[in-house]
T-cell receptor, first 112, second 115 residues
């Protein structure tokens, strides 16, 4: 289940189960959204993106859902694997510019 | 090697010393960014640059200086390091036409400890 740790929210998930990571964004003028994965000791890496004219986009084992009505973004990871253990960040881009604003991140811990 | 590289990977310095973190990218991206990431927290923008010789403050610029004399390099200098600047520093780059396709590309980070 999801719990709020001392710093980052943490999602503990059993290997093989599906994970859902949530992100509330703030700017209704944002037109582009990205999910990043950050493994321990590394920089954030692009996973999947979605534009504001879409509500769902699928990649390999990952799906991003966008609900503009409530300004909510989610990342679903199917059949979570140990290699999915990382911190996941959402980012949004305002339509008028090229600057990304990052969310606080969620730590995913995969239990064997 | 192509990509974005940061150096050093790890640095320990004393309070009051000046230290410079280096960032080099080989794509000729016009945008470059410096972020700090503190334990258990998200990314906070320190400075960014839209092109050579153009820099601007981000969310937490105090105590930091940047320069961008060449497109490929964006060094970050701590003029007089303080313990509160102990953090992991990430450099990122992008182009105007790429932000809405790939976002930013990040380096591997520099872990700085100020003692």
């Amino acid at each position: 289940g999801e719990s709020v740790g001392l710093h980052l929210p943490t999602l503990s998930v059993q290997e093989g189960d599906n994970s859902i990571i949530n992100c509330a964004y703030s700017n209704s003028a944002s037109d582009y959204f990205i999910w990043y994965k950050q493994e321990s000791g590394k920089g954030p890496q692009f996973i999947i993106d979605i534009r504001s004219n879409m509500d769902k986009r699928q990649g390999q084992r990952v799906t991003v859902l966008l609900n503009k009505t409530v300004k909510h973004l989610s990342l679903q990871i199917a059949a979570t694997q140990p290699g999915d253990s990382a911190v996941y960040f959402c980012a949004e881009k305002e339509a008028a510019g090229n600057k990304l604003t990052f969310g606080g991140g969620t730590r995913v811990l995969v239990k064997p | 090697d192509a990509g974005i590289t940061q150096s050093p990977r790890y640095k320990i310095t004393e309070t009051g010393r000046q230290v410079t973190l280096m960032c080099h990218q080989t794509w000729s991206h016009s945008y470059m960014f410096w972020y700090r990431q503190d334990l258990g927290h998200g990314l906070r923008l320190i400075y960014y640059s839209a092109a050579a010789d153009i820099t601007d403050k981000g969310e937490v610029p105090d105590g930091y200086v940047v320069s961008r004399s060449k497109t490929e390099n964006f060094p970050l200098t701590l003029e007089s390091a303080t313990r509160s600047q102990t953090s992991v520093y990430f450099c990122a780059s992008s182009d105007p036409g790429q932000v809405s396709r790939y976002g930013y590309t990040f380096g591997s980070g520099t872990r700085l400890t100020v003692v």
